[in-house]
Every structure is written in C-alpha cells, then in structure tokens.
C-alpha cells in the first residue's frame, strides 16, 4: 500500500461487496430488491402515462407527481440492477468513472426528489391560502420552468463532486463494502486528505436537503394556520384531505433517510449491515410506496385508474 502511495498509482477499478456479513443472504436479501422495483417500475409508469393521457389531470399538483414518479424511476434504477448483480452472479467489479457516475445520478435524482416534494407543498399552500388565484399563478410556463431550476440545482450542486473524487488518489483498497458508490464512502478509501469532500457534502446537505425540508415546514405550517381559519369544519377537512398523500410521501421519503442518517453519526456499535440496508430502503422503498400512497388517497387518480382497466376489459 505505501508502494502504491509513494508510486503514484491509484486502483481504476473496484469491487463491490454488497451486504457485509450477510453474503450467504444474497439470494434471499435479492428477493424484496426485485418486488420493490418492479412495482416502482409499474406504479410509476402508470401513475406518467394516466397524468400525460388524461385532461383532466393536466393540473399543476399532477405535473408534479409525474416528474416525482419519472425520477423515482431513475433512483430505483440507479441502485436496484447494479445490487442484483452482485446478490445474483457476485458481480460486483466497477471502473472508477462509473463509480463516479452512479455517486452524481443517485446524488442529484434524490436531490431533486427533495425539490419536487418542496414545490409540491409550495403548491398545496397555493391551493389552500389562494385558491382563486391558483391557476393563474401555476401557469404551465412556470411549472416548466420550476422543472429546469430542479434539474439544475441537482445536477449543479453534484458537479464538483465529479472533480473532487477524480483528484483522489485510490491506493489503500479497491473494495466497497456497499451495493453502490456513494460520495464519503469511495473518498474514504482514497490515500488522501478528503477534507474538502467532507465539507463540500455537508455544504450540499444544508444547501439542498435541509433548506428543502425547513421550508416544507413553513409552508406546513402557513398551511394549518389557514385552515384553522375556515369558517366550516368540512372546509377544513377537505382541506386537509388534499394534503394527506403529499405528508404521507414526505415522511417516507426524509424520515428513513433521517434515521440512516443518524445511525451512520452515532451508530458505531451497529452491525455494518445495517449501515448498508438502510441507505437502501430509503432509496427503495419511497418508489415503490409513492405511486401506491397517492392511487389510494387521491380520488382523481384512482377513478382515472379503475377506469383504465375496466376500459380494457369491456
């Protein structure tokens, strides 16, 4: 390992292990991996191709939805196919630059995740607080242009991660307890000092994830204090209700994603598996709960669907 320090020369190529200590469960671990994607795969689809084919759903709140069902897709796939591989054939083996890849696509699609579910409490506030002015204020145009500044900031704030990965040095191991490259995880195996990658990662945190849940928090809370301003209590109940798949998808996206968080921070004595599964379901599971959470509680989209398929069978 000094030789390859003092030498200059760095490993291109890694290895994925999956789940350490629970090889022998590969198979088994391998099996709620394909049913959680799959029905990521068909629930979103389905969730896009009724929102785009049906008029009346041409609605600020369902554009939203479409583009949070499009990039769950890409989240689910970002993971699932690599993690298969290596649960399935131990295929586990991955050059650099496409370490890096899956480190910005997995980065940036759960960023902007973040920045969906925010404009989509920005426009449940709408709704509620001003109602009357809502389509004029959520034009088409500005719904398309929210999509662009989400795809930017994603894309833009994982950027520089590219960089300060390629100027690592990889001369200690080449192995990656893991089913995925993530950021801190590679950079710690480099031989060099990763500082910059560690507060470079907390700026994107509290610039992105953070930012986006405080201000969920305030429209919520803008929110309640306009309801309990309604005059009738079924007012106010319908006000809710319109909120209740959106509050339902929020905590399951952040709250996993809190709880890892806070295992990795002061969960030293935890099994390092666990460490590995939990990072996955927050990835997993959202995709696959989302399509399933607003089908249930949002009546427009189940009609569209039961609709749908008795169509088909008629």
């Known amino acids: ?9 760095s490993h291109t190529v890694f290895s994925l292990l999956g789940i350490p200590g629970l090889e022998n469960q590969h198979v088994w671990i391998s099996i709620p991996f394909v049913i959680s994607y799959v029905i990521a795969l068909l629930g979103n689809s389905l969730l896009i191709f009724i ?52 480190v910005f696509f997995l980065s940036s699609t759960f960023i902007s995740e973040s920045g969906i579910l925010l404009m989509m409490a920005f426009d449940r506030y709408i709704a509620i607080c001003y109602p009357l002015r809502y389509t004029a204020i959520l034009t088409h145009a500005l ?26 040095t990889f001369c200690k191991s080449n192995t990656l307890p893991n089913t995925a490259c993530k950021h801190i995880v590679l950079a710690r195996i480099s031989c060099d000092d990763i500082r910059v990658n560690i507060w470079y990662g907390f700026f994107v945190l509290m610039s992105t994830l953070v930012l986006d849940v405080t201000l969920i928090f305030v429209s919520y809370v803008l929110i309640l204090r306009a309801v309990f301003h309604m005059p009738s209590q079924d007012t106010r109940h ?49 995709p696959m709960l989302n399509p399933i959470i ?12 039961v609709h749908l398929f008795l169509t088909k069978h008629t």
């Not at 030789?3 to 020369?9: A, E, F, I, P, Q």
């Not at 833009?156 to 590219?162: L, R, S």
């Open 143 to 168: 719904i398309g242009k929210i999509g662009v500044s989400i795809f930017l900031r994603s894309n833009g704030t994982m950027f520089p991660i590219i960089f300060l990965l390629k100027r690592l």
């Open 51 to 102: 929102i785009l084919t049906r008029c009346s759903l041409h609605e600020p709140m369902y554009f939203f939805l479409c583009m949070l069902s499009g990039a769950d897709i890409v989240l689910s796939t970002c993971i699932v196919p690599q993690a298969l591989a290596i649960f399935w054939s131990h295929i586990g083996e991955i050059s650099l630059d496409c370490c890096i890849a899956q």
């Open 1 to 9: 390992m000094a030789t390859l320090n003092h030498t200059g020369m």
């Open 294 to 305: 607003y089908g249930i509680k949002t009546k427009q989209i189940r009609d569209q669907v």
């Open 238 to 286: 319908k006000a809710l209700n319109t909120c209740g798949a959106h509050v339902c998808v929020i905590i399951l996206f952040y709250g996993p994603g809190i709880f890892s968080a806070l295992t990795q921070r002061f969960g030293g004595h935890i099994s390092p598996y666990i460490h590995v599964l939990l990072p996955n379901v927050y990835i997993l599971v959202p």
